[in-house]
């Protein structure tokens, strides 16, 4: 995919958007994968099945969006995951590399979301959104820094902008 190049990236991410399962959080199949990428790659059955399997990294059967963009745009760059670390450092205030919820909560300002300046959502709905993303945060009240980067990671590569990504962190987390 990368020797590609990034035209034929953006042209699957496209396909993949427009796949009718996807909603921004449902994935497709291992078929309908296949299916999206005879419309890009001529890949043998066993190169589709490899890519695959490199991109189903919670072993579902299943690859989501967010999955589809990290494995092919690889981890955040270094301006990037120094916006992350800085606002996850800003939450752990123990440096024990996990963080709570309710200090999180205290700490998110959503208020330049797209949802919450057009009406649809509120802060709170916004932030329990957020929350949902990360497995055990709602029973242990908890975040490892390893979620956080997953997320971020995932965050980060469906935004081309590293300014963008750069200021959304900034505003999201209250960093100076």
């Known amino acids: ?66 999955d589809f963009l990290v494995g092919v745009r690889g981890k955040p760059n270094s301006r ?26 205290g700490n998110f300002s959503p208020h330049l979301h797209p949802r919450v300046k057009d009406g649809r959502s509120r802060h709170e709905d916004v932030f329990a959104d957020f929350i949902s993303f990360f497995k055990d945060a709602k029973t242990t009240g908890k975040i490892s820094r390893d979620e956080w980067n997953e997320y971020y990671a995932a965050v980060s590569a469906s935004i081309d902008n590293d300014e963008h990504f750069v200021k959304l962190m900034r505003e999201l987390w209250q960093l100076d």
């Open 1 to 66: 995919l990368n020797q590609a190049g990034p035209r034929l990236i953006r042209s699957l991410g496209k396909i993949f958007r427009s796949m009718k399962t996807f909603d921004g959080r449902k994935s497709v199949s291992r078929e309908e994968f296949a299916n999206i990428l005879h419309h890009s790659l001529a890949l043998t059955k066993s190169e589709e099945q490899g890519l695959f399997e490199l991109l189903d990294t919670n072993r579902t059967g299943l690859i989501n969006f967010e």
């Open 80 to 105: 990037r995951q120094a916006a992350i670390d800085k606002a996850f450092l800003k939450l752990d205030r123990d440096c024990l590399g996990i963080i709570s919820v309710t200090e999180a909560r």
